[in-house]
């Protein structure tokens, strides 16, 4: 690329452009996933809205291939893409509160550590993930699951509105009266449909949870995840905790005795008085012979950043997902063969429970679409070292196939590698036709693409556009 034609963008930017020749391309380049090595011609590090316009522009103008990166979690690093531009949001980390009208206004480019920093001293929160440091953007156009997801909902479902950058760098509002089609899209449909600068949020009364771990040994773990399957979908909404094969980290949180042990677990978070949640959890950690059971209350941004220090930015990750109704007695015995299998201290596998308040919104009032399944399982082969990567990725490929069969289908879009247009489709269900004629409303020439792709009705699918 010219030199002149990236003199000609630094003139209408203010935030800082990195191109590959710069001391701090590496650095820069780099997201949460090791496993990702995609080398950008350049990475545009947006200040504000009119930066964002701008690079938009240039990229157009000059046919290059645009990927969006907010705190760069995705877990098929689709925040970066191979010799185009990256529209990169982080710099862009301005939170506002409203404690009178529970509102709070999140800039594209923050993670969720920035919004429960601005959040809890007035004792209110979002609907967030399970890790501080991803990213706002694509977590929340994913669907948001997350540890309030039984009380509060899916975090779209506390979405109010969004500022939105289209791919003709025009800029526009999506609410429910405002671009409505566009906001329903934006609500699980993912990163298709363009730059969300800016989030408003509902907040909810949260600030201090029951939360830790129960552990029990792993050849109790079909007495464990039955037990599991039973009681949390009959929990009071305000109990949440996922079901977990792990090993524990040689950490000083942990006995000793247990580190490196290979075990299954509940970790638990949940809402209300401390007291009321243990009572109402009892019957579940009381479940076979626990190895550990330790709960205690603590500010919700604690346990929302439990897991920070175990998965910093740099680990190779492989990703399988699915979503999941029910849990037979076979599936639960798949799991328990291949959870006794994991490969690596990081790897590990999940069900998260969500039910409760993402079940009382229609499936087609958002466009994220499995609001009848009762877990999303994700499958998470993960190791420091490069040459594991082979191990990690076969394990859990193999655990996912043995699974897949027994899914509902489709899997949470967040968790999802590249794993092509059919499994796209199977994830938004019988909402992709919906989304595939907004998309050519709003981005008839697919220029975002770079992401889980809805391709425009009239372009791929003779469907006619809204």
């Known amino acids: 690329m010219a030199t002149l034609q990236i003199d000609q963008l630094r003139s209408k930017v203010r935030g800082p452009i990195v191109a590959r020749s710069d001391a701090d391309y590496d650095v820069v380049r780099q997201v949460h996933n090791g496993m990702i090595d995609k080398r950008p011609a350049l990475i545009v590090r947006c200040i504000d809205v009119a930066d964002v316009m701008a690079a938009l522009d240039f990229a157009r103008a000059n046919g290059l291939l645009t990927s969006i990166r907010g705190?760069?979690?995705?877990?098929?690093?689709?925040?970066?893409c191979d010799d185009g531009l990256v529209v990169d949001l982080s710099l862009m980390r301005n939170v506002r509160v409203d404690p009178e009208a529970r509102v709070v206004e999140v800039a594209g480019g923050c993670v969720f550590g920035d919004v429960d920093h601005a959040t809890h001293p007035f004792g209110l929160a979002?609907?967030?993930?399970?890790?501080s440091t991803t990213?706002?953007?694509?977590?929340?156009?994913?669907?948001?699951?997350?540890?309030?997801?039984?009380?509060?909902?899916?975090t779209i479902d506390s979405l109010l509105s969004a500022d939105v950058v289209l791919a003709d760098g025009s800029f526009v509002k999506a609410d429910e009266r405002t671009n409505p089609d566009l906001f329903w899209a934006l609500r699980g449909g993912g990163g298709n449909f363009g730059v969300v600068t800016s989030f408003r949020f509902r907040l909810h009364p949260v600030?201090?949870?029951y939360a830790g771990p129960t552990f029990w040994p792993m050849d109790q773990a079909t007495d464990v995840l039955t037990a599991y399957r039973d009681f949390i979908v009959g929990a009071p909404e305000y109990v949440n905790g996922f079901f977990a094969f792990l090993t524990v980290p040689p950490s000083p949180m942990f006995p000793e005795h247990l580190h490196m042990k290979k075990v299954c677990g509940v970790m638990w978070v949940c809402t209300g008085p401390a007291a009321k949640a243990e009572a109402a959890t009892k019957p579940m950690r009381s479940v076979g012979t626990p190895l550990l059971d330790h709960q205690g209350e603590m500010p919700l941004p604690v346990?929302?950043?439990?897991?920070?220090?175990?998965?910093p930015p740099g680990l190779q990750w492989y990703w399988r997902a699915d979503f999941v109704k029910e849990l037979s007695a076979d599936a639960i015995a798949r799991h328990a063969e291949h959870g006794a299998a994991l490969p690596t201290m990081h790897s590990t596998m999940h069900l998260y429970a969500i039910d409760g308040a993402a079940h009382r919104v229609g499936r087609d009032a958002t466009a994220f679409s499995y609001r009848d399944a009762n877990?999303?399982?994700?499958?998470v082969g993960v190791d420091p070292d490069p040459a594991n990567r082979n191990t990690i990725?076969?394990?859990?490929?193999?655990?996912?196939?043995?699974l897949h069969p027994y899914s509902a289908g489709g899997a949470y879009v967040n968790f999802m590698m590249d794993e092509g247009q059919e499994r796209v489709q199977a994830s938004f269900r019988d909402n992709y036709d919906r989304l595939s004629r907004i998309k050519a409303k709003y981005d008839?020439?697919?220029?975002?693409?770079?992401?889980q792709n809805i391709r425009p009705a009239v372009a791929e699918r003779g469907l006619t556009p809204v």
């Open 393 to 402: 990725t076969t394990w859990c490929k193999e655990y996912f196939d043995a």
């Open 207 to 209: 600030k201090f949870v």
């Open 126 to 131: 979002v609907p967030s993930g399970f890790i």
């Open 135 to 154: 990213g706002v953007g694509g977590l929340t156009l994913g669907g948001g699951i997350g540890y309030l997801t039984r009380e509060y909902g899916y």
């Open 71 to 80: 705190g760069g979690h995705n877990a098929g690093g689709l925040g970066l």
């Open 444 to 451: 008839p020439a697919n220029f975002f693409r770079v992401n």
């Open 375 to 379: 877990w999303a399982e994700v499958i």
């Open 303 to 311: 346990a929302n950043s439990l897991f920070d220090g175990l998965y």
